[in-house]
């Protein structure tokens, strides 16, 4: 509490004089330098309408009076009053500067009340239109608005939310890239069509789900799909088709449920991209029953912190000519390659393994690589079933912890990595773990399966967590 340098006076203030109180600031005027601040409603000194000296730390907050924050001044003995337009808070030692997101700028769309600040936007749900894009709010104008109820003659605004299928015809006619935003809900399977070229679809709990897949992206469409749910009796995601122009879909944030023994990602001249999703299989069916990622001709799949589970082993299958699989920073519990490859074209086929974590709880091998050249590079390999994580010795290792693995390839380490708790599905490590600290150099990742920076000390982990 602040100590003001002021005589308590009693006094008997006849009529309306100010004479009778020298100190009264009744007219509003100070004319003692020696009490230069009027205390018009007694807050600070507790007298009404008195001259103060207020005594206190020059150009420090003082406290806030309504929606008026007071400062003192340079001198230390008077207080700078400061209107504030969004109102004062005392924790914030000041005026606020934003009350509501309309008080923003498109640059910075969202009032933080703790930062006491506008910024930029960091998820859809801190938007008025519930779209975020890199930073800015999308203006709601030129967002599509879907909902699982929606009519087909609906207009797809915000307030007059469409079918999906009719959102998707609109958006294909728009002569602009245009974004759906699909509200929470059950949805039934959803077709691309290849007149889409860029298509943006954001879910806000949305499921999409279907006897034929979930989401289907016909060939030459381009999508982008954030925060959705995708399942389907036969296949999750089907992008492309044989001999079509090359399809494109990326998901992000997103879940693809298969709760048969069919596939999750099937692709087909089409380039699949995976981040932050989780892909999760039957608990039913033998392993080879279907393949839960299957790859055909002109196939593509980059997944980077991606989460592969399920009781039924994950098969990631390839048959066809230049296909390509990249999976970084990713989980990826039960699964087993299986390379049906045909491939006889130039570049050809590859599949690169870097930065992953792989747990197999049954008995078949973790990787298969009798006749498949995967490039395995900084991952955890490791079997609670199995005399070998590895089959075969075709594939490129290294500085991968392979446990058990007999003979151990050159370059490796085979020991025990040493997770939290195999048994709670807890794969992060223990700080004495032989992974910790010991990754090579490449290929390059500067972030983990959880977003976390790598490295945190002076060298990078391997497998899919930084410790």
Known sequence: MKHFAVSVLVVLVMGCDPQANPRSCIDGVCSDPEYPFCDVDGTFGGVEKECINAGCPPGEFERCVGASAYRCNAF??????????????????????????????????????????????????????????????????????????????????????????????????????RTIHLASGLYASLTIPSAAT???L??????????????????????????????????????????GALAK??????????????????????????????????????????????????????????????????????????MTVRITNSLLENTWFLDLST????????????????VSRNSNTALDCSSTTLRLANNIIFGTAVSNVLSGNA????????????????????????????SAGNFRLKASSPAVGTAAAKPPSDHDFAGVARPQGGAPDIGAYEQ
């Open 76 to 177: 230390g003995n008077s207080f700078g009053v400061e209107t504030c337009a969004y109102g004062c808070d005392d924790s914030l030692a000041g005026c606020r500067t934003c009350a509501t997101n309309s008080d923003c700028t498109p640059n910075a769309p969202v009032c933080d009340q703790s930062m006491n600040a506008c910024r930029s936007c960091a998820a859809d749900s801190e938007c008025d239109s519930r779209v975020c894009d890199h930073g800015s709010c999308v203006d709601a104008a030129t967002i599509l608005y879907a909902a699982p109820d929606g009519a087909s003659s609906a207009t797809c605004s915000q307030n007059d939310p469409c079918a999906a299928s009719t959102a998707v015809m609109k958006a294909i006619v728009s002569v602009d890239p």
């Open 198 to 200: 860029q298509l943006t």
């Open 202 to 243: 954001v879910g806000e709990g949305a499921t999409l789900s279907g006897d034929g897949g979930g989401l289907r992206v016909d060939a030459a469409a381009r999508v982008v799909g954030r925060g959705l749910e995708i399942t389907g009796v036969n296949d999750v995601l089907v992008c492309g088709s044989a001999g």
């Open 249 to 322: 879909v990326s998901l992000s944030d997103s879940i693809l449920l298969q709760p048969d023994t069919s596939r999750v990602v099937s692709a087909i001249s089409c380039e699949v991209s995976l981040s932050a999703t989780e892909l999760r299989t039957a608990d039913v069916g033998s392993p080879s029953s279907q393949a839960t990622i299957a790859l055909g001709t002109d196939g593509t799949l980059v997944g980077d912190r991606i989460h592969v589970h399920g009781l039924r082993t994950t098969v990631i299958s390839m048959m066809g000519q230049r």
């Open 343 to 358: 491939d006889s074209g130039i570049p050809g086929s590859s599949a690169l393994f870097a930065w992953n974590t792989f």
């Open 395 to 422: 594939c490129v290792t290294q500085t991968n912890v392979l446990m058990p693995q007999s003979p151990l390839p050159s370059g490796n380490i085979g020991s025990d990595p040493q997770f939290q708790d195999v």
